[in-house]
């Protein structure tokens, strides 16, 4: 089925480096959340875009981290000058713009050494 | 500071019992509520989610309660099988931002 991917599955970066994730949401989805979960951690907010409106960036954790979404579909999030700290599955959701359920992809684990 | 939390980091269970799985929320404007069910290596799947005007709602062997006054919301498993088991994340929030409890890993034992 068309869910929600996200790419790549697993990233390993040195510490210093940039580093940039994809996601592909469900077609048609107006809505687009990014998350991450450290080890023995819940999801954490970063960010959230809607439409054609100014995304809720108050998430994002330091100017290290960026994020958008090109034509309303596929988003990538950068992080630049990555540090062992940013280690973390990173998950992205997207979800229509009727109902509050957001549909998960498999999240891209990030190691940073 | 956590405005959804999940104090139970685990819970083992006998297959065909009940599970109960708890979460507590700090904001009383939070209006909408979800869990969430999540297998390694996987996304968090959708489970069963929960308005603030609802006490209860029931989906197959699912159902959620809501205790507003008290902040917190359960959901039960009955009867509890071994595919079940996974980690199990509440969400409540409001508009369009929603905050995750740390997640409950269920064990139901054959």
């Known amino acids: 089925g068309a869910g929600v991917s996200q790419s790549p599955s697993n990233k390993v970066t040195e510490k210093g480096k940039d580093v940039e994730l994809r996601c592909d949401p469900i077609s048609g989805h107006t809505a687009l959340y990014w998350y991450r979960q450290s080890l023995g951690q819940g999801l954490e907010f970063l960010i959230y875009?809607?439409?054609?409106?100014?995304?809720?960036k108050s998430g994002l954790p330091s100017d290290r981290f960026s994020a958008e979404r090109t034509g309303g579909s596929v988003s990538t999030l950068t992080i630049q000058r990555t540090q062992q700290e940013d280690s973390a599955v990173y998950l992205c959701?997207?979800?229509?713009?009727?109902?509050?359920?957001?549909?998960f992809g498999p999240g891209t684990r990030l190691t940073v050494t | 500071d956590q405005q959804v939390k999940q104090n139970s980091p685990s819970l083992s269970v006998q297959e065909g019992r009940i599970s109960i799985l708890n979460c507590d929320y700090t904001n009383s404007m939070f209006d909408y509520f979800l869990w969430y069910k999540k297998y390694p290596a996987e996304g968090p799947t959708f489970l069963i989610s929960i308005s603030s005007i609802k006490d209860k709602n029931e989906d197959g062997r699912f159902t959620v309660f809501l205790n507003k006054s008290a902040k917190h919301l359960s959901l039960h498993i009955v009867p509890s099988q071994p595919g079940d088991s996974a980690v199990y994340f509440c969400a409540a929030g409001k508009f369009n931002k929603f905050y995750f409890g740390s997640g409950t890993k269920l064990n139901v034992k054959p």
């Open positions: 959701a997207s979800r229509t713009g009727l109902d509050y359920e957001q549909y």
């Open positions: 875009f809607q439409g054609n409106s100014a995304p809720d």
